[in-house]
């Protein structure tokens, strides 16, 4: 099955309110890890990456947390607004079948609600 | 800078029929590759190239071929396509090997 995944594929939150959004990995060579937002007829949009050396990063209004104890990632978005509303997308950097690039998870679809 | 384009946005192809999409990049990177995008798959890569002339196999290759004849272009070509083709092909680039990917906009191809 799919290395890269997450536990839900929709997530419905409050305007203002705070969003997880999980995803799992089982390759515990992988070095890299970057989330994605994807929103209707657009390409994926690069939010924050993360290497395997750290354990959390802040952007704007985002953090992505790595524990690599149990290969768990989580991208936290705060006071979510509308505009956040989009499919996210993790992925991580691994040989997989001697190609090159990304391996992507099939994404969790945020919904925000008024 | 225009980042990642892609053309043609839109495609309809009867079976058999062949085409080329066209990928470029401004950003003078290295790396560039094609994905497809199918409800409930993800993102799966097609090919890939690590520089100027080179190309190589990814996830799903068959039935496509793909060329690099110059850095900032990547082409896509479908010899024969076949309605399992139907899907949206995202073009990428990146500056170092397998990390931070920057994404066109995306081609939506029907093959009927």
């Known amino acids: 099955g799919e290395s890269v995944g997450l536990h839900l594929p929709t997530l419905s939150v409050q305007e203002g309110d705070n969003s997880i959004i999980n995803c799992a990995y089982s390759?515990?060579?992988?070095?890299?890890f970057i989330w994605y937002k994807q929103e209707s007829g657009k390409g994926p949009q690069f939010i924050i990456d993360?290497?395997?050396?750290?354990d959390k990063r802040q952007g704007q209004r985002v953090t992505v947390l790595l524990n690599k104890t149990v290969k768990h990632l989580s991208l936290q978005i705060a006071a979510t607004q509308p505009g956040d509303s989009a499919v996210y997308f993790c992925?991580?950097?691994?040989?997989?079948?001697?190609?090159?690039?990304?391996?992507f998870g099939k994404g969790t679809h945020l919904i925000i609600q008024p | 800078n225009a980042g990642v384009t892609q053309t043609p946005k839109f495609r309809v192809l009867k079976t058999g029929q062949s085409m080329t999409l066209l990928c470029a990049q401004d950003?003078?990177?290295?790396?560039m590759y094609w994905y497809r995008q199918d409800p409930g798959m993800g993102l799966r890569l097609i090919h890939y190239?690590?520089?100027?002339?080179?190309?190589a196999k990814g996830e799903v290759p068959d039935g496509y071929n793909v060329s690099r004849l110059k850095k900032q272009n990547f082409l896509l070509g479908l010899e024969s396509a076949a309605p399992s083709q139907t899907s949206v092909y995202f073009c990428?680039?990146?500056?170092?090997?397998?990390?931070?990917?920057?994404f066109g906009p995306g081609t939506r191809l029907t093959v009927t």
């Open positions: 390759n515990s060579a992988s070095d890299y």
């Open positions: 950003m003078n990177h290295e790396y």
């Open positions: 993360i290497r395997s050396n750290m």
């Open positions: 190239s690590v520089g100027e002339g080179t190309t």
């Open positions: 990428a680039s990146s500056r170092i090997r397998g990390y931070e990917q920057y």
């Open positions: 992925a991580e950097n691994r040989k997989k079948g001697g190609a090159d690039g990304l391996t």
